[in-house]
């Protein structure tokens, strides 16, 4: 079963330029992640925010959190030409150890 | 470096023949997942390992299925494919399971002829 719904499902934007995507799920979690996923390759992980946390930022990244409206959202600053990629968000059940992926959103940034 | 590593990353097969995706990790991590992803689509758990624990998704096709030999290594069997099974197959690793981000490998793209 199929979790997260990520939009937009699709992206583009210019080198400099902010980029925000959101996700939205539908049961009580323990935590939110977000992966970074180049074509044709593996995913990354760019950074997991808790139940109990509300924002958290990582260099260029900055990730929100709410729970009253299960969703969240990624915001990717000053975004360059290597962030093109897809962005999925997955969420960790309570009283599980497994992620269920959203439908991601595919981002590409223009030079 | 600390990683997954899964081979091979292209793999072609013929329709219902048997074929094995291997995946291996130096990060020594108890868990190990396998996931299908098709084009465009979120990846999909198929199912994972706690130590030696295995743990199947309801909905995985019977035709799947998996050995763990060890802690570093950990290998996809598909009995008989069929077209609906080409896809990318990624591995992922994490300490512990809850709360822990997941190490994915490369993945194998696997294409059914």
């Known amino acids: 079963s199929q979790q997260g719904e990520e939009d937009p499902q699709a992206l583009s934007i210019q080198e400099g330029e902010n980029a925000t995507m959101n996700c939205s799920y539908k049961?009580?979690?323990?935590?939110l992640q977000w992966y970074r996923q180049n074509s044709g390759r593996g995913l990354v992980h760019l950074i997991l925010?808790?139940?109990?946390?509300r924002e958290k930022h990582s260099g260029r990244l900055r990730v929100t959190l709410d729970t009253s409206k299960k969703s969240s959202s990624l915001l990717i600053t000053a975004s360059r030409a290597a962030d093109t990629a897809s962005y999925f968000c997955?969420?960790?059940?309570?009283?599980?150890?497994?992620?269920?992926f959203g439908t991601g959103t595919r981002l590409q940034v223009f030079p | 470096d600390a990683m997954v590593i899964q081979n091979p990353r292209y793999q072609v097969t013929q329709f219902g023949k048997p074929v094995t995706l291997s995946c291996s990790q130096t990060?020594?991590?108890?868990?190990m997942y396998w996931y299908q992803q098709k084009s465009s689509q979120a990846p999909k758990l198929l199912f994972h390992?706690?130590?030696?624990?295995?743990?199947n998704e309801a909905d995985t096709p019977d035709n799947f299925q998996s050995r763990r030999p060890n802690t570093s290594f950990c290998f996809l069997d598909i009995r008989s494919p069929g077209l609906g099974d080409a896809a990318m197959y990624l591995c992922?690793?994490?300490?512990?399971?809850?709360?822990?981000?997941?190490?994915f490998g490369d993945g194998t793209r696997l294409s059914i002829l």
């Open positions: 992922a690793t994490s300490t512990d399971g809850g709360g822990q981000p997941q190490h």
């Open positions: 049961t009580s979690i323990n935590n």
């Open positions: 925010i808790r139940s109990n946390e």
């Open positions: 997955a969420t960790e059940g309570v009283n599980t150890d497994k992620l269920i």
């Open positions: 990060l020594n991590h108890n868990v």
């Open positions: 390992y706690y130590d030696k624990d295995f743990n």
